[in-house]
């Protein structure tokens, strides 16, 4: 605290701050801006390149806990959050240009799989996952994940130096290996054991752009149908009624627009990266009850390469309905010149922190890929490829357009 405060001193950082003016060419407004129907923003978008790049290079001038840490703390309005929980430390870090992002420090190392005996919510939450799911809901063209980057973060300089959050202060410590480390304030899961470190001050973290705010682009938090039972033993209805479907179509909104067929989107897309923990989903309302759903929170994915959780397909196996551009985008992703785990390693070489995943995780891609075609192709036999396959009115980007977009 003492080295915080003559920091600050320095630099003058007591006086009053001048205002800063708000620049319409910033990176992180025109992202705000390109969202729309169809997604956080468009196909080969040069904002989000220009997002990315400024999140991993501009300096950070604060830095501050998420409104999760601020909840168990009772310093912020619980009712807007959906889940508080301070298993996964995560910072909201802020930039020039009004530039904010939620940092996620490295707790697992890459070829670390998840124990067999975890429950998936109590799972670590990995940053690499975080960064790998915005480059597969690209390559999937679904565009419902915020831009995310992976960053070295000097925790003293770009972290401690910077709060003005005297809790933050608090929890920073230098280890016995003289490594500056810190740890989260909140119920469990909060003791220096479970504290990330810097080598010595240096940590990798993935670095996610923050959505507009809720005042501006009011969003609703939906628990999600196929939810699973957060306790040891329980089991949802899902969980053992293979007609669960059946209710759920005759619930509003799932009972007559495309929100089914969105979230047998999500439920691809968890499978793939292997997220079992999608308890809620979020909407922006302005779209209606046919907007498209916000992937978020994905650092629970990527765990075991080795595993297969076929119950995450649920809601496609038991409801049998796919759009149509999701599966052709599929299709083409199954094929030899396309493959998914080809387009995963060549985006993901464009991070930072590249390698961001080990080779046997892109390879279950691949395999989980054809897993899902499977499925489809099961559910096309017993009902035919009218009833299973829904037109929808969004032309699909061929991959040679991803090609070309990460070849710029």
Known sequence: SRRHKLYREELNLTSPAAPLPLRPEASWLQFHLGINRDGLYPRSSPT??????????????????SQDEKALLGACDCSQIVKPSGVHLKLVLRFQDFGKAMFKPMRQKREEETPEDFFYFVDFQRHNAEIAAFHLDRILDFRRVPPTVGRLINVTKEILEVTKNEVLQSVFFVSPASNVCFFAKCPYMCKTEYAVCGNPHLLEGSLSAFLPSLNLAPRLSIPNPWIRSYSFDGKEEWEVNPLYCNTVREIYPYSNSNRLLNIVDMAIFD?????????????????????????????RGFGRHSHDEISILAPLSQCCIIKRTTLLRLRLLAEPEYQLSDMMRESLLQDPLAPVLTEPHLLALDRRLQLILDAVRKCIDTFGEATVVANDTTEPQSPEGHRAELDT
Do not use: C, W
């Open 48 to 65: 989000v390149t220009r997002l990315l790049r400024d999140m991993q290079e501009f300096p950070t001038i604060s830095a501050d806990y």
């Open 271 to 299: 499978f793939l990266i292997g997220n079992m923990d999608r308890h809620h989903y979020e909407m922006f309302t302005k779209f209606g009850d046919d907007g498209f759903l916000l992937h978020l929170d994905n650092a």
